[in-house]
């Protein structure tokens, strides 16, 4: 069989590797330059800038059996946090994975001592059972999960929900409370981690693992026809099965989806000479004041972020906007003093279609078979995040090489 995948993100290229483990042939077209479509990583000066910041959780089951984790060679952030409030820093002792150690979040007066507690029966419940139950379970927002669970407002809006946000974009906490508790169960069983040498090694790694000539970069697909794929300049690829592995935009054009929202970020990128924070911790906005919803030395995760004697600073915003760029920056300066004022800005990334929306009652599905016989793969299809665009990718392989699409 001739297998045809569009687009090489993470859905794409997970496909094509189960597809290259069989007999049968695939060939992927990408449209742009590069493999790995939102996660890439360029090197500008020395310094590596993933595409908007973003972390892999390393208990991603999919993530976990399809990837070579030694190879990436993952450096794990602290998995602790520095929550900023009150003018200060306050530490956070891992509460998820060792609720017992809140007692330091007490002092930290980010929670009630009521949440404690809390913390440990919704650890308890979200760990419970095999994942894929979890998936089924009752549906709310994210939000009225955390409160039906009985957390503090204090809780939420100091650690929890900056926390949350950093990882789904979703600052209102609107979206599903399933992707909540599957984030949460994620950051209970691993770590939060970065390949050394980028987010971008992750899609390297699987177009490495591809055959020789089957992914032609730089090549858009404009239609599908029937079983072919017409590229852009009116090369026809025949194939036995089409698998559309392009975000939700382009799956709605190529293969007559629905398109969905988005959520947004903002990811600006700042070389200092010293590194502001000694330590590989994730440091959350407590107090919802200013832009900034997280930052990051990333140069402390790993140090092959920045080139020798250089520290790379990331500050991310689940938004896009003409003025946020300086306000960032002048929070920058409110929390590490006025020598944040003099970093360099090397790169500022506005990304306003970083993740579709997955809102409480989303169909949540592997992969998804059009009336044309195309199966569709993605993120949007199952959940936003590498875990699901790679599990989406694999689901729409197997459909296509059982024949089950
Ligand atoms: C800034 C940011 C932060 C994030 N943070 C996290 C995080 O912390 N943790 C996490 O798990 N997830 C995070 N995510 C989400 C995660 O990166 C995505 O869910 C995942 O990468 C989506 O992969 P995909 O293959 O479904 O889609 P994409 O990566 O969008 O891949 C689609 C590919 O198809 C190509 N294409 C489109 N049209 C065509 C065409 N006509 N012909 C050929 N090719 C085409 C595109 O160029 C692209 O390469 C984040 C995303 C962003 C952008």
């Known amino acids: 069989m001739q297998i045809a995948v569009i687009g090489a993100g993470l859905a794409g290229l997970a496909a094509a590797t189960e597809v290259a483990r069989t007999d049968h042939d695939v060939v992927v077209v990408e449209a742009s330059d590069g493999p790995g479509g939102r996660v890439r990583t360029d090197e500008v000066d020395g310094f590596r800038l993933d595409r908007g910041f973003q972390i892999l959780l390393s208990a991603y089951p999919e993530a976990r059996d399809l990837l070579d984790y030694d190879a990436l060679d993952l450096r794990a952030f602290d998995p602790g946090a520095l929550v900023r409030w009150n003018d200060r820093f306050h530490r956070v002792a891992d509460p998820l994975r060792s609720p017992t150690r809140l007692l330091d979040t007490m002092r930290a007066q980010i929670g009630s001592p009521i949440d404690k507690a809390r913390i440990l029966a919704f650890r308890q419940a979200v760990g419970r059972g095999e994942l894929a139950?979890?998936?089924q379970r009752p549906e709310t927002t994210a939000r009225q999960r955390l409160a039906d669970a009985g957390f503090s407002d204090a809780i939420v809006e100091r650690f929890?929900?900056?926390?949350?946000?950093?990882?789904?974009l979703d600052p209102e906490l609107g979206g599903s409370?399933?992707?909540?508790?599957?984030v949460?169960?994620?950051?209970?069983?691993?770590?939060?981690?970065?390949?050394?040498?980028?987010?971008?090694?992750i899609s390297d790694q699987l177009a490495?693992?591809?055959?020789?000539?089957s992914l032609r970069l730089s090549t858009p697909a404009e239609r599908i026809d029937g079983g072919t794929v017409v590229l852009a300049g009116g090369e026809r690829l025949t194939a036995d099965a089409i698998i559309v592995a392009t975000g939700v935009d382009e799956a709605g054009r190529l293969a007559g989806l629905e398109t969905r929202p988005w959520r947004a970020v903002t990811s600006v990128w700042l070389a200092a000479d010293e590194p502001p924070?000694?330590?590989?911790?994730?440091?959350?906005?407590?107090?919802?004041?200013?832009?900034i919803n997280s930052t990051v030395v990333m140069s402390e995760v790993s140090p092959h972020y920045a080139p020798p004697g250089r520290s790379l600073v990331v500050a991310s915003t689940p938004a896009v906007g003409p003025s946020l760029v300086g306000d960032m920056r002048a929070q920058l300066a409110e929390w590490f003093g006025a020598d944040a004022q003099r970093w360099e800005v090397i790169r500022v990334d506005e990304i306003a279609k970083a993740q579709p929306v997955h809102l409480p009652g989303h169909d949540r599905t592997g992969a998804l078979a059009t009336d044309d016989g195309v199966v569709v793969c993605g993120d949007h299809v199952r959940d936003p995040s590498i875990n699901g665009a790679i599990g989406s990718g694999r689901a729409a392989a197997r459909a296509v090489l059982?024949?089950?699409a």
């Open 208 to 213: 490495a693992g591809l055959p020789d000539g």
């Open 160 to 168: 929890l929900g900056p926390l949350f946000t950093g990882i789904t």
């Open 133 to 135: 139950d979890l998936w």
């Open 184 to 201: 949460y169960r994620m950051l209970s069983a691993g770590d939060a981690v970065v390949p050394a040498r980028g987010m971008g090694r």
């Open 277 to 291: 924070l000694t330590e590989p911790s994730l440091v959350l906005n407590g107090t919802g004041d200013g832009p």
């Open 177 to 182: 409370s399933r992707v909540l508790e599957f």
């Open 402 to 404: 059982t024949g089950s």
